[in-house]
């Protein structure tokens, strides 16, 4: 069974400039969670999605942060413009499990930015 | 914003020795986990304990919890040189499927 794969691995960029991430989860997992991951800190969540809908975005700076999951399979993670505070570790995440919403998340490896 | 607090931040140990991490958390919760993170990577579950159980064994691995002080601890016992990572702790909370973490211990087990 494949995983959760994320691209791209890393991206540097200059900043002001717009980057996209993209996320294609476990087949069958309804559930995807997009981290922000600072060097040395355990991941914070940026926002979740039950299928397509984003049910928990309370996290995401909207104003220039933004994501989409069409067709409620894989997402995008978008940052424009990108400011040198965003330099962090984007991590996917997904999860199954039919009437189960506790149970064990999948990461992807994670894209790393890095905002010159 | 951080669920857990762990503890130590850094541990550094012996190939041999056993490693005991510490997490404390704010609110009731549905279950606590422990992840881990080899440096450059995604996150990895290792073990799951729910709210009504005091512990749970897999491998080398022992996962207590103790809801009263809203503590849990993660034993690796007869660590290895390729267990050297961060390890997180995390929960769920109220209904929402929001899984927090905790800020991680850094294990560095030496030869």
């Known amino acids: 069974e494949a995983g959760v794969v994320q691209s791209p691995r890393y991206k540097i960029i200059e900043k002001k400039q717009p980057v996209a991430f993209w996320c294609n989860p476990i087949?069958?997992?309804?559930?995807l969670y997009w981290y922000l991951q600072n060097l040395g800190q355990g991941p914070e969540l940026l926002i979740r999605?039950?299928?397509?809908?984003?049910?928990?975005d309370s996290q995401l700076p909207k104003d220039r942060f933004s994501a989409e999951r069409l067709k409620g399979v894989d997402s995008t993670l978008k940052i424009q413009p990108a400011e040198l505070g965003d330099s962090a570790v984007y991590l996917c995440a997904s999860r199954g499990g039919r009437g189960s919403n506790t149970g064990e998340l999948f990461f992807g490896e994670g894209s790393r930015l890095t905002v010159l | 914003s951080q669920q857990g607090e762990e503890d130590p931040q850094a541990l550094s140990i012996q190939e041999g020795e056993n490693a005991t991490m510490n997490c404390s958390y704010k609110?009731?919760?549905?279950?606590l986990q422990w992840y881990r993170q080899n440096s450059g990577r995604g996150l990895v579950h290792l073990i799951l304990?729910?709210?009504?159980?005091r512990e749970k064994h897999s491998g080398r691995l022992r996962v207590t919890l103790d809801t009263s002080k809203k503590s849990s601890s993660l034993l690796i016992t007869a660590s290895r040189a390729a267990d050297t990572a961060s390890y997180f702790c995390?929960?769920?909370?109220?209904?929402?499927?929001?899984?927090?973490f905790g800020t991680g211990t850094r294990l560095q087990v030496t030869l």
């Open positions: 087949s069958g997992h309804n559930t």
């Open positions: 304990i729910r709210s009504n159980e």
């Open positions: 609110t009731s919760i549905n279950n």
């Open positions: 995390a929960a769920y909370t109220g209904t929402a499927s929001k899984l927090t």
């Open positions: 999605y039950e299928n397509e809908e984003a049910v928990d």
